[in-house]
């Protein structure tokens, strides 16, 4: 068997005691998880991760070159600051052994905060550069981020909206 399966197999059996652990411990609530492979999964979270650098990083340029001027950058700060909650959200839920089994709640906050805040991201910076009548290149890398993070997180979003039902008692 290869490492990646190996370790794939080894997640899942430490999702699958965390499960006995919450239903011995009486944890109340509905859980859910992806029905999408693992292989896929893995794969757009890579590029869900890749769009979300691009975009706090280009954000962090744009912003340090240009400053605060017009109400667009303060709502494409409050867009960059949901994205790094999301994820920072996901990673805190990887660490607690919750982001394959998260109540609706957890997939609200980590999954849908970073789709949707990457879509306003992308979206924010179009504006930008129709508005400011200029292309820079750290506003292109904005857009390109921020609907790579949309594109690449939708799939797994969505996935866990038609997930499998885990029902904890």
């Known amino acids: 068997m290869s490492k990646i399966k190996e370790i794939l197999h080894e997640k ?25 492979p693992d292989i896929p999964f893995m794969i757009l979270g890579l590029l869900s991760d890749i769009g979300w650098i691009i975009h706090l990083a280009a ?10 001027h017009h109400v667009t950058d303060y709502i494409a700060l409050i867009a960059l600051a949901a994205v790094i909650f999301g994820v920072a959200y996901i990673i805190y839920l990887n ?4 982001k ?12 849908g905060v970073t789709v949707y805040s990457g879509l306003a991201g992308a979206v924010i910076g179009i504006f930008q550069i129709a508005l400011y009548a200029g292309v820079s ?3 292109v890398w904005l857009v390109i981020g921020g ?23």
């Open 12 to 36: 899942r059996k430490i999702t699958e005691d965390h499960i006995k652990q919450l239903q011995q411990k009486g944890k109340n609530g509905v859980r859910y998880t992806a029905m999408m």
């Open 95 to 98: 660490k607690i052994h919750e």
């Open 59 to 68: 954000g962090i340029v744009y912003f340090c070159r240009n400053g605060f």
């Open 137 to 139: 290149s750290e506003l």
């Open 100 to 111: 394959e089994i998260a109540t609706r709640l957890q997939k609200n906050l980590s999954f």
């Open 147 to 169: 609907l790579l993070n949309f594109v690449s997180c939708l799939p797994i979003y969505l996935s866990f909206k038609k997930g499998i039902f885990y029902g904890v008692k």
